[in-house]
């Protein structure tokens, strides 16, 4: 039988995130250039990294499948999307079937991050409550020496500790304990979209029902994949007019009995191409609202708390570079930052370490250091 994980490196490549850009608060729209991604009728698309890492099985943990290589991969990611099978036609291994638990895959696979997390904590935990006690550490700071290597820091460890709310000193934690602060550890550093794939196919309402009862809602995105794929394709052609992420996409025909004597310009389409587009609007686009593809990366961001910050070089005009002209292109640059960050912390991400003398947000007004920036709010400076 054929074997759908064939990847052993990860692979990168960029995706874009959709967000509403702070040019449309403006009706700047027109003039809004981005450098990186693109801004369409005010609607953003932000770029952002992406690691393909397959060939995860069970006990991956253990070093099965190369599985410490793949699992050490993971340590880069901000967030992980897990893309699940939803059809049941794939096993935990990769290999072609009928009838597979896909909500399995989703146990197994969490399971395997904190088995794996577990065991590089437990090896030393010795010497680490020894360490602990001899330099009078605080927990924070002893578990943010051991967890970042997973790209952890200290802020992570204490919401993680907070939300356990645990009043007995790490040096007496049994195991019980410290496999409550993996599992929340794991939580907190590795937020996860579940995006359920081949939700068109026709095993698929069952396990989504059963996954829908097993999750929590907000981490789900069902999604086909092959769909957005071939609307992309099409709209690259010349045969439709398809906006990723949208409900609608428009052929000729449609666009003709609305009332565009030209079609839009579009191609015709032969019975095949239209009877599987109407195929596609009835069991995926009408029926779920989207593809879901893009709305994957949307619910990451939502995990994650990212909020999109973009810096300009003149509050007043909102250019990036020198002058006033009014032909200059405005929000050429989105930073996205997590929730909470400061306006100082994201003056250091765009500047990094050049003196700040300060900092003015929309309409010319200054902005103390530590205000929070957030949608809307001290985002545009």
Known sequence: MPK????????????????????????????????YGSCIDGRRSVPI??????????????????????????????????VVDVSGTTDAEGKATRGYDPSYDIVWLRSEIVAWIRGNLMQKWGS????????????VETLQGQFSGYGSTSSVVARTLDKLGLKEP?????????DLVVNAFTDEKFPTVIALNKIDHADADKNISKIAKMQDPKS???????????????????????????EFVDTRDDLIADGDET?????????KLKTRIENLKDMVLYRFGSTGVVQVLSRAAELLGLVPV??????????????????????????????????????RKVMGD?????????????VSEDAIVSVGHNDSR
């Open 49 to 82: 990294e992406l690691l393909d890492v397959a060939g995860l099985v069970p006990g991956a943990h253990e070093g099965k499948g190369l599985g410490n290589k793949f699992l050490d991969d993971l340590r880069h990611a901000d967030a992980l999307i897990h």
């Open 220 to 246: 789900i995105v069902l999604c086909s994949a092959v769909s957005e794929v071939f609307l992309r394709r099409l709209a690259k052609q010349g045969f439709v007019r398809y906006t990723e992420g949208s």
């Open 128 to 139: 680490i409550k020894r360490r602990h006690v001899a330099v009078k550490a605080t927990a």
């Open 4 to 35: 759908v994980f064939t990847t052993i490196d990860p692979q990168r490549a960029i995706g874009y995130l959709q967000i509403d850009c702070a040019c449309a608060r403006y009706n700047l729209q027109s003039r809004c250039k981005p450098n």
């Open 310 to 347: 973009f810096p300009v070089r003149n509050v007043g005009s909102l250019i990036a570079g020198s002058g006033g002209s009014g032909s200059e292109k405005v929000f050429r640059d989105c930073v996205l930052v997590k929730k909470n960050t400061t306006v100082a912390e994201c003056a």
């Open 354 to 366: 050049a003196p700040l003398a300060y900092v003015e947000g929309a309409g010319g007004v200054r």
């Open 170 to 178: 790490l040096e007496h934690w049994s195991d019980e304990t410290i």
């Open 263 to 271: 079609g839009g310009g579009l191609k015709e389409l032969d019975e």
